[in-house]
């Protein structure tokens, strides 16, 4: 340790300030490497090719209303935490399905926010936040009890001022193109919003048919038989074939470039005309059959693979969640309340039927996500080592951390590569944790990249380009952006 670093001042408890060489190696030498890569690549645009950001903010262009809506509203990651601890998710203003009242006062939130905030030390949700706070609005002092009125007041005056619309923000953040996830049944009116209106600013949708691909969903034959009818498609297997192609170029001519596919598995499967018929008739009755609904799940997405193939959509797998496991919450508050819990996902043996189709044909590009890091070197690694329509995609949800990112590159990268991942994607509905998030992502690769040049494994020059295709590159490329 050098005399500067000995005799640096430790910020007090209220102090916020982000120090530069967070999440670098601590040894002087290796850290040095990382630094000068991280300066290569830290003012690079952000490509989001993954993500939940609500389409409406950028067509409309309103102020967002108050730090509550901004911070605590969107993120599961906050609202989990804080329920974890005992506090019920009515006093954060979640919405109950029942229509019961729910705080409706945002510094009241924001204060019990704040009061809670030390829950996420060593979390990736407190970077996230606080670099938010203190990048986009100047905030200097931690978030606590004491200074939430201060940094409400603070915040919330910003936010009322134009250069702190959803546009202007995404060009202070150096956004090239956000991707939103869309259901199959939009109708995409905010994306031509947005084309119509003459901003610059590129927001393309994400095809995501779950609803209308899932029979287990409630209500998933009439959202079929809405879904077909948008396409004037009839009531048929071959129709709803035809109605999947049709809102695929329907997406895909308002700029987007891949689907996502949310399943609860990674199963695929192969079925003749006749059997596929069958299956269809069968998943449409309201005593859908468990095993009959995953087969059709299977199915589809070997299906939306050939499609791939026809109208070059990048193909997104998000498997092995295990969907609203808290059953109450559930109940009384719907989905999307941080109960999505991890479960062991096969990959093996489960993509084998779709690979045995298409995995040799270098059109189809299947990226793979996973919440379930065994899989990494045991599986998946090594099906994106070898067959040519496989990607992976990077460390998700629960694992978009440092430690999680070290170990996806960790375990991949002997096998796999660099070049067979995709980069980063920030999959969030929290819009101000986007450069967070990309500058996380972009200081660990390059403190890992650093380690290997240290390690004589690397040139410094390769490891300059890997950190500008890591950050950059191989999404752009990837996706088809």
Not at 151 to 163: C, E, F, G, S
Not at 420 to 434: E, H, K, P
Request: glycine share 4%; net charge negative; aromatic share 10%.
């Amino acid at each position: 340790m050098n005399t500067d670093e000995q005799n640096e001042e430790i910020p007090s408890l209220g102090t916020l300030a982000l120090h530069p060489d967070r999440l670098f190696p601590p040894d002087a030498g290796v850290r040095a490497i990382a630094r000068r890569l991280y300066a290569s690549v830290s003012d690079l645009p952000i490509i989001s090719p993954h993500g939940h950001t609500d389409p409406r903010w950028f067509a409309t262009n309103k102020n967002f209303s108050d730090p509550a809506a901004l911070f605590v509203a969107p993120d599961h990651y906050v609202f989990r935490m804080l329920y974890s601890q005992g506090v019920p998710l009515e006093r954060l203003g979640i919405r109950r399905r029942d229509g019961e009242p729910v705080e409706a006062d945002p510094r009241k939130i924001w204060r019990l926010f704040a009061e809670h905030f030390h829950l996420f030390r060593g979390t990736p949700t407190r970077m996230w936040i606080e670099q938010s706070l203190h990048d986009t609005f100047s905030v200097r002092e931690r978030l606590t009890a004491e200074s939430a009125d201060r940094i409400y007041d603070q915040v919330n005056d910003l936010l009322a001022r134009p250069a702190f619309r959803p546009r202007a923000l995404f060009e202070r953040f150096n956004i090239d193109v956000i991707a939103t996830t869309d259901a199959a049944l939009d109708d995409l009116s905010h994306h031509d919003a947005i084309r119509q209106s003459g901003w610059s600013g590129r927001v393309v949708p994400t095809y995501r048919p779950d609803a209308v691909v899932d029979p287990s969903r409630k209500g998933f034959a009439a959202d079929v038989e809405a879904f077909n009818a948008i396409a004037s498609a009839p009531m048929t297997w071959a129709g709803y074939l035809e109605a999947h192609r049709s809102r695929r170029h329907y997406f895909k001519r308002r700029g987007a470039t891949a689907s996502d596919h949310g399943h609860p598995t990674a199963r695929t499967a192969n079925l003749d005309r006749v059997a596929a018929e069958q299956l269809f008739s069968r998943v449409l009755r309201p005593d859908v059959s468990t095993e009959d609904a995953e087969l059709f799940r299977a199915l589809l997405l070997t299906e939306m693979a050939r499609m791939s193939l026809d109208d070059g959509l990048v193909m997104q797998l998000h498997p092995g969640s295990f969907r609203n496991h808290n059953s109450a919450l559930f109940s009384a508050f719907g989905p999307d309340i941080g109960a999505d819990i991890p479960t062991p996902t096969d990959y093996v043996h489960a993509l084998k039927p779709l690979l045995d189709e298409l995995g040799n044909d270098p059109r189809l590009t299947l990226i793979l996500f996973t919440l379930d890091e065994t899989a990494y070197s045991r599986e998946l690694a090594p099906l994106a080592g070898h067959y040519p329509a496989l990607r992976l995609g990077p460390a998700w949800w629960f694992f978009d951390s440092p430690d999680g990112m070290r170990r996806f590159r960790e375990l991949t990268t002997e096998t796999a590569g660099f070049y067979n991942t995709v980069g980063f994607n920030d999959d969030t509905r929290a819009y101000l944790s986007i450069p967070a998030r990309h500058d996380m992502a972009r200081r660990c690769d390059c403190s890992f990249l650093a380690n290997r040049v240290a390690e004589h494994r690397l040139d410094e020059a390769e490891a300059q380009v890997l950190a500008a295709d890591l950050a950059h590159g191989l999404a752009k490329r990837s996706y088809r952006l």
